[in-house]
């Protein structure tokens, strides 16, 4: 099949499930898709089962699109830009320091936290796996994808202050994430990784896509500014982000961080000093229109990557086990930055709670899953990790607007 034609059938798909979910279902969008996407699985397995081999030609045009690649080299940068573009910078840096513990020390204890405690299950049961790889899981399940409950908080009444830390979290625990994840991978897999190496992994991953970011969103915003033409405008928005994505790939920095610090230039400086009225309206729905489809795009393709999976029935308690696990490492993760940062700062009723239940694990975690090179572990990482992120979106999804009620209607 041609790049057009699985691109054509995707979309086709992701609009059937989008009117069966309007029509019928009657969940959030993003949540309801992959809710459909998953029964249409479910679905196809019966189906194989009883002997109509319908699963083989659904798995091979799932294989051919490379979930992992479309994800973290195609639509993830589009999705963090549209999410940075309309974070208030002044109200960003007033959380942060919440922002920055949570988004890397955070992401690095709940990492060795779940690692931890994923090893010692594994050996409880019998699985020969090595802590190094205990601790590649705990690094691509640990950062946050609340993208899909963000609107939900807004209609549960969430302080201002509390929207600001889940998403600057979110926006930056992806990149910090992404790189503890790789330095990991090379150590379980047997690459050469001295200090030296991992320290210049973080400092150019990191540091370098902070730097691109800047430098990028400095020359958008110069152009931005020498033009009063909203097509223009929105076209240099989207030249920003593909081709800043993928010069960050090919200089070896984090393009996930590079795109968000760039969204967030533009998104406050370019949006105030360089843009008129009318084109900050057609960018903002030409932006909030594409967060939207991808956002349904890559929920209906977690419900449906249920297809390529091989389940052994051992792994259905691991996935069971690693749910309260990595519930309760963002737990400690949170009531700890809460804690000490809570001598010298005040903090909205009930944040642990709310932090610890809307931290959902989303596409992320499973793309990076995929692009795990072939070995015995990789089969339940990839199992465990996806029942992590069904529950994540289904269950933590569909009820942190009513743990967000209630915790407000307690103050």
């Given amino acids: ?23 019928w279902v009657k969940l959030p969008m993003t949540i309801g898709v992959m809710a459909v996407g998953l029964l249409l699985s479910l679905g196809l397995i019966a189906l194989d089962a009883a002997g109509m081999d319908l699963r083989t030609p659904a798995r091979t045009f799932l294989a051919g699109l490379h979930f992992d690649k479309v994800l973290m080299h195609g639509m993830l940068s589009y999705l963090l830009f549209a999410g940075a573009l309309h974070i208030n ?3 960003l840096a007033r959380e942060k320091t919440v922002v920055g513990v949570m988004a890397s020390v955070g992401i690095a204890l ?21 802590y190094l790889y205990c601790l590649v899981f705990g690094a ?51 690459q050469e990784a001295s200090f030296g190496h991992i320290v210049k992994l973080f400092a150019v991953e990191g540091l370098g896509g902070v730097a691109l970011g800047m430098v990028l969103g400095l020359c958008t915003y110069r152009l931005l500014r020498d033009v009063d033409n909203y097509q223009v405008e929105v076209l240099l928005t989207l030249a920003l982000v593909g081709g800043g994505y993928a010069l960050a790939m090919k200089l070896h920095t984090s393009g996930p961080i590079a795109v968000v610090v760039a969204g967030l230039f533009i998104g406050n400086h370019g949006r105030q000093f360089a843009m ?14 594409v967060d939207e489809i991808l956002n349904v795009v890559l929920f209906v393709l977690i419900g449906l990557e249920l297809l390529v999976l091989d389940f052994e029935p051992i792994y259905f308690g691991l996935g069971l086990a690693a749910i309260v696990i990595v519930l309760l490492a963002r737990l400690i993760a949170v009531s700890s930055t809460v804690t000490v940062l809570r001598f010298n700062r005040q903090f909205s009723p009930h944040v642990i709670r709310i932090l610890t239940w809307g931290g959902i694990r989303g596409g992320i975690s499973v793309a990076l899953a995929l692009s795990l090179p072939p070995s015995s ?9 996806y029942q992590v992120v069904i529950f994540s979106i289904l269950v933590q999804g569909l009820t942190i607007k009513k743990v967000a009620a209630a915790a407000n209607s307690t103050v």
């Fill in 1 to 23: 099949m041609s790049a057009y034609d699985s691109i054509a059938l995707l979309l086709t798909l992701s609009a059937l499930l989008a009117y069966v979910n309007y029509r």
């Fill in 89 to 91: 910078l002044d109200d």
């Fill in 110 to 130: 709940s990492t060795f936290l779940v690692g931890t405690a994923m090893y010692g299950l594994t050996q409880l049961v019998g699985i020969e796996v090595s």
């Fill in 140 to 190: 691509l399940i640990s950062p946050t994808d609340p993208i899909a409950v963000l609107g939900i908080l807004k209609t549960a009444g969430t302080p201002k202050s509390l929207e600001t830390k889940i998403a600057g979290e979110s926006l930056f625990n992806d990149g910090i994430g992404v790189v503890i994840f790789l330095v990991l991978v090379e150590l379980a897999t047997g």
């Fill in 276 to 289: 008129s009225a009318k084109t900050r309206e057609h960018l903002d729905g030409f932006w909030e229109l």
């Fill in 377 to 385: 572990a990789r089969d339940w990482i990839l199992a465990v990790t």
